[in-house]
Structure formats: C-alpha cells, structure tokens
C-alpha cells in the first residue's frame, strides 16, 4: 500500500518525538496508517484535511484516562430533525415549532446504524428536536435497535393517534425512552418548556411504563437556580414512586449554547466528544450541534473515517492541552 511505503519512507529519518505529514487518497488510509503505527512504535496523531500526522515513537499524555465506556465513538448522536413542538428557554439546538425540520431520514439513519456495528458503536442515541415528530421515526428506532442498544430522547408530549400507535409497535428490548421531566412539580419545569408542558409530560411517561418501555429520566438544572437544588430530594422521590431504575436518572447542567445565555461552557477543549451525526455533517458532541466551531466534517459516511476523524483530533488535543476535557452528561 502506497500510505504504509510513504509512511516508511518519511518516518526513517526522524528522531524520536519528531512529526511528520503524509498525504492520504482515503479514508481507508487512516486504518492502515493506525495499523502500521501500532506494529511499528510510532503514533497517528492527527487525520486532518487530506493528511496524516504521524510522531516517531510513543506520544505520552499527562491527562487523566477516559473510562473506555466513553471514548469517542463508543456512544454515536443521531440528530433525526431538528423541529420540536416546545420552545425551551436553554435548548442547545435552538430547536421550536418554527426550526427546520432538517431530517437525516429513516434510509440515512438505518445506514449508520449498520456501519456503527462495524465501527465499534456500542450505543445509539436518537435525539433531536422531538424525534417522534418525524413520520418515519418507527423505521428509523427499529433499524438502531435491531442492531445496538438504543435509546429515544423524547418529551413524550406527541403521543396520541398515529403516533400513539408507532410507539406500541416499537421493540421493549434493546430500547430505551429518555424522558424529559426537569422538576417535581410544575413550575420550574413550565416555566422553560411552556405552560402545560410538565402535565403532558407525567401523563406520557405514565404511559410510556404502562406499556413496558424501560424508562430514562432526564432533568436539565440552570446551575444558578437554588430552588432545583432543594427540589433535588423531592424529584428522586416522585422518580421512585415511577420505580425508574437509579442508574435510569440524570440531572445535567444547562449548556451554554443555543437559547441559554449561561450554563456550563462547552468547547473542543472542554469536553469530551461524543460522536454526533445531523444532516449537515459530524459535530463534536451533542450539546453543539449546529455550532460551526464543533463541526468535526461534512462527511458523514463512512461512519469510521469520521469516527477515526473526531477520536485522532481528542487525542492529539488532549497531548497539548494545558487542561483535561470533562464528560459533559446528556444521557
């Protein structure tokens, strides 16, 4: 392979720490270069714009490990749309009733999950917007399923006529419904998603567990709110009055990004991506995925290459960088 002779060819040279650039013709090149690297001693740095970094010997970093459960492309984003029938006052997206559908499609979604299973994927995340808007979102859910375990960020707010019956044909196994629900009561969670919306939701998830879905509970918290702090005690109660599983919990922080103005700062050097696919390219993880700053490629097949693309960029940022990236959890 004409890679793995350049590589060779360039690397011999080199003293130990040294980088150089070779020029790649594929996406596959990026496989063998890693191969090579491997076998050889040497490092894959960077996959970038048509060309590989590659350093003579080992690179060493003083940051902390990442649990393997989280290293980039072991969880894979799937944005369906980007529409939503609530407005909340911190969605990263800037998703509302009036936002581009910008739908990846049930072909496209089924695509991914079929190439994930290859790529090393463990879970599938289908997130949007409200994903149950879109009318092939029962296609798309059974086509990720079928193949890793799965789960559905919803509001469980659409769930009548059709679309009540689209969810009784979903699978129980492999599929999980991430709920979200971000107070006990009414209030604080009305207030950011809409009046009426906490109601419409409880009713949902009633439902939802009726019908023997596994259930998730998300709850996004403004970090400068010290009611839903003291709310936290009285939320957990409500949760094990559901019997929702404790590891089926999350609260999570707002983002700064999208409609809030404050909330946990998000960038490439501040979190740890996950891999987050949307009908204009890969972003660098979920909570930023209309951010032209955390646009990883356009190209979003084949799945391992951009996989291969955001996980060589972590590595080769957490080499320099001055802190270490943090988990920022959306699910």
Known sequence: MAIILDLVEQMAPLAEGMRTRVSMTSAADIDHARAWCERSGNTLVAADDGWLTVQRGRATSAAAPVPAARRPGVRLWIYTNFDCNLECSYCCVRSSPR????ALGAELITQLALEAVDAGVQEIYLT?????IVPDIGESIRACAERLPTTVLTNAMLFKGRRLEVLKSLPRTNLALQISLDSPTPERHDRNRGAGSWLRTVEGIQLVLELGFRVRIAATVDPADKQAVADEPRFHELLDEWAIAHDDRLIRPWAQRGNADHGTVVTQEAVIPEVTVTAEGVYWHPVAATDPDM???TAILPLRAAID?????????????????????CA
């Not at 936002?99 to 910008?102: D, E, L, N, P, Y």
């Not at 949007?128 to 149950?132: A, I, K, R, T, V």
């Not at 693309?309 to 959890?329: G, I, K, N």
Request: overall charge neutral; hydrophobic content about 40%; charged content about 25%.
């Open 99 to 102: 936002a581009a559908r910008r």
């Open 128 to 132: 949007g917007g409200e994903p149950f």
């Open 295 to 297: 646009l990883v490629t």
């Open 309 to 329: 693309l955001v996980s060589t960029r972590f590595d080769t940022q957490r080499e320099s960088a001055a802190t270490a990236a943090e988990l920022f959890p």
